[in-house]
C-alpha cells in the first residue's frame, strides 16, 4: 500500500464503513471523512420506522460513538461537504475552501430525495434528515392529517408510522400499486390491502401534476380531475445522487458514479461506494444501483480492502432489504426482474407470514419473506451461487412443512 492520504467524502455508511475497514486493515495514513451535516453520523433507516412511530420521540441513533473517530484516527469534518475534485494535482476541495491532498478518494456522498414543487416554487417538506423527522412530528401532532406523495418504501413506511401514532394517512401512488416493480403484482395488492386495512387512504394510479399553496391548506391537482386538500404533505417520489460536485471532474457520471465491479471509477485511485455507485454486479449483470443498508456497509469496507491491496476485488453481495410495516418485518435477497414468476411456498398471502420465490426462464432471481426470517437462509444460498428455478423449487419442496 503506497497511499496515505485517503480522503472519504461522505460521512454515510458507506463512507463509515470503508474508514473503519482502512484502519482495521492496517491503514495508518491520514483519514479525512467529509460530511455535509453537521451532527455525528446517524443511522437514516430508522427515521421513518421506529423513531417515527414511537410515542416518547427519541432521537437517531448515531452511527458510532462519539470517541470512535479520535480512537481511530479518523478526522471527521462535520459541515464540510466535498465540492470539487481535481484529479491532476489530486486535490478533494470542500466548502471551506480547503484543499485535501489524495492518494485514493472514496466517492460516497449518496443521494437525496428528489424535490417535489408547489407552484409557487417552494420545496414539500421529505424525510431525510432528523429535522425532517423533528418537523414531521410537530406537522403530525398539529394537523392530525398528513398527505403522501409516493408510493414507495419511504411512503409506505412513513404511512404505516403515523397511523401507529393515530394520524390520518392519504398516499398518492402514480402506479397501480405500490411496490409493485418491485415485489410483484401479487405481494403489492397484499400491501396495499396491509395498509387500507389500517385505515389509510390509498390513491393509487393517480399522479399528482401541480400543488398550491402552503403549510395548512395545501391544494394538489391530480390526474384524475380531481383536487385533494390538505394541510400537510410530505414528499417521496424517489432519490437523485449527490454527484453535482464532480461534474468536470474527468469523473465518469451516468444516474450516479460509474464503478466496476470493485468500485474503481475510470480515474485511479477514485473508487465510489453506496448509493452513489453505479457499478458492475457479477450476479445481476450490467451496471445496477442498490440504495440500501447492507450494501452500503459491503461495498464500503470492499473499497477499503482494494485500496489496501490494490486489488480489484469484485463486490457480489445479493441485493438485500428490509422494511417494517404494522409490525411486519419483510425481507428479501436479489432482484424480482419484470416478468418473473411469483410463487407462494410457504404460508398464504393475506396473512401474516408468507414466503415468494421470484424466477423466470429457469432462472432463480430473488426470494421475499413476510414473518418468514428463518426460511431465507437455504434460499440465499441458491441466489449467490446462481442456482436455476428447479433447484429453488425443489428446496421449497424439500422445507414443506418444516419451516415455522
Given at each position: 500500500?503506497?497511499?496515505?492520504?485517503?480522503?472519504?467524502?461522505?460521512?454515510?455508511?458507506?463512507?463509515?464503513?470503508?474508514?473503519?475497514?482502512?484502519?482495521?486493515?492496517?491503514?495508518?495514513?491520514?483519514?479525512?471523512?467529509?460530511?455535509?451535516?453537521?451532527?455525528?453520523?446517524?443511522?437514516?433507516?430508522?427515521l421513518s420506522k421506529e423513531l417515527l412511530s414511537a410515542p416518547e420521540q427519541p432521537e437517531p441513533v448515531a452511527l458510532r460513538p462519539a470517541e470512535h473517530y479520535a480512537a481511530k484516527r479518523l478526522d471527521l469534518r462535520l459541515g464540510h461537504a466535498a465540492v470539487g475534485l481535481d484529479i491532476d494535482r489530486r486535490f478533494v476541495v470542500t466548502s471551506d475552501g480547503a484543499a485535501l491532498p489524495w492518494d485514493a478518494v472514496v466517492i460516497a456522498t449518496?443521494?437525496?430525495?428528489?424535490?417535489?414543487?408547489?407552484?409557487?416554487?417552494?420545496?414539500?417538506?421529505?424525510?431525510?434528515?432528523?429535522?425532517?423527522?423533528?418537523?414531521?412530528?410537530?406537522?403530525?401532532?398539529?394537523?392530525?392529517?398528513?398527505?403522501?406523495?409516493?408510493?414507495?418504501?419511504?411512503?409506505?413506511?412513513?404511512?404505516?408510522?403515523?397511523?401507529?401514532?393515530?394520524?390520518?394517512?392519504?398516499?398518492?401512488?402514480?402506479?397501480?400499486?405500490?411496490?409493485?416493480?418491485?415485489?410483484?403484482?401479487?405481494?403489492?395488492?397484499?400491501?396495499?390491502?396491509?395498509?387500507?386495512?389500517h385505515g389509510v387512504s390509498m390513491r393509487t394510479g393517480v399522479q399528482v401534476l401541480s400543488v398550491d399553496g402552503g403549510p395548512g391548506a395545501y391544494t394538489l391537482h391530480l390526474s384524475d380531475g380531481t383536487e385533494h386538500h390538505a394541510p400537510h404533505v410530505v414528499a417521496g417520489i424517489g432519490v437523485q445522487p449527490n454527484d453535482e460536485w464532480l461534474v468536470g471532474?474527468?469523473?465518469?457520471?451516468?444516474?450516479?458514479?460509474?464503478?466496476?465491479?470493485?468500485?474503481?471509477?475510470?480515474?485511479?485511485?477514485?473508487?465510489?461506494?453506496?448509493?452513489?455507485?453505479?457499478?458492475?454486479?457479477?450476479?445481476?449483470?450490467?451496471?445496477?444501483?442498490?440504495?440500501?443498508?447492507?450494501?452500503?456497509?459491503?461495498?464500503?469496507?470492499?473499497?477499503?480492502?482494494?485500496?489496501?491491496?490494490?486489488?480489484?476485488?469484485?463486490?457480489?453481495?445479493?441485493?438485500?432489504?428490509?422494511?417494517?410495516?404494522?409490525?411486519?418485518?419483510?425481507?428479501?435477497?436479489?432482484?424480482?426482474?419484470?416478468?418473473?414468476?411469483?410463487?407462494?411456498v410457504e404460508g398464504a398471502l393475506g396473512t401474516e407470514e408468507y414466503l415468494v420465490l421470484y424466477g423466470s426462464s429457469g432462472e432463480f432471481h430473488c426470494v421475499l419473506s413476510c414473518g418468514r426470517e428463518r426460511s431465507l437462509r437455504g434460499y440465499r444460498k441458491l441466489l449467490q451461487r446462481g442456482a436455476t428455478w428447479d433447484e429453488a423449487l425443489q428446496l421449497a419442496g424439500r422445507s414443506a412443512g418444516v419451516t415455522a
Open positions: 500500500m503506497t497511499a496515505r492520504n485517503v480522503v472519504i467524502a461522505g460521512a454515510s455508511v458507506a463512507g463509515l464503513s470503508a474508514a473503519d475497514a482502512l484502519r482495521d486493515g492496517g491503514f495508518d495514513g491520514s483519514v479525512t471523512i467529509l460530511s455535509d451535516e453537521r451532527e455525528l453520523p446517524y443511522d437514516r433507516p430508522p449518496g443521494s437525496r430525495p428528489k424535490p417535489l414543487r408547489t407552484a409557487g416554487g417552494a420545496a414539500l417538506p421529505v424525510l431525510r434528515t432528523p429535522q425532517d423527522l423533528r418537523a414531521l412530528r410537530l406537522a403530525a401532532a398539529l394537523y392530525g392529517d398528513v398527505t403522501l406523495v409516493g408510493s414507495s418504501f419511504i411512503g409506505l413506511e412513513i404511512a404505516a408510522s403515523l397511523r401507529a401514532r393515530g394520524v390520518d394517512v392519504t398516499v398518492f401512488g402514480a402506479t397501480p400499486l405500490p411496490l409493485g416493480d418491485v415485489v410483484g403484482p401479487e405481494v403489492a395488492a397484499d400491501i396495499r390491502d396491509l395498509h387500507v386495512s471532474s474527468g469523473v465518469e457520471l451516468d444516474a450516479g458514479v460509474l464503478c466496476d465491479a470493485a468500485g474503481r471509477t475510470n480515474v485511479p485511485g477514485v473508487y465510489a461506494a453506496g448509493d452513489i455507485a453505479h457499478f458492475e454486479h457479477p450476479l445481476l449483470g450490467g451496471r445496477t444501483h442498490v440504495d440500501h443498508w447492507t450494501n452500503a456497509v459491503q461495498q464500503g469496507r470492499l473499497v477499503a480492502a482494494n485500496i489496501l491491496s490494490g486489488g480489484a476485488a469484485p463486490h457480489s453481495g445479493l441485493p438485500y432489504y428490509w422494511t417494517d410495516q404494522y409490525g411486519r418485518r419483510f425481507h428479501s435477497y436479489g432482484r424480482r426482474r419484470p416478468g418473473d414468476d411469483a410463487v407462494v
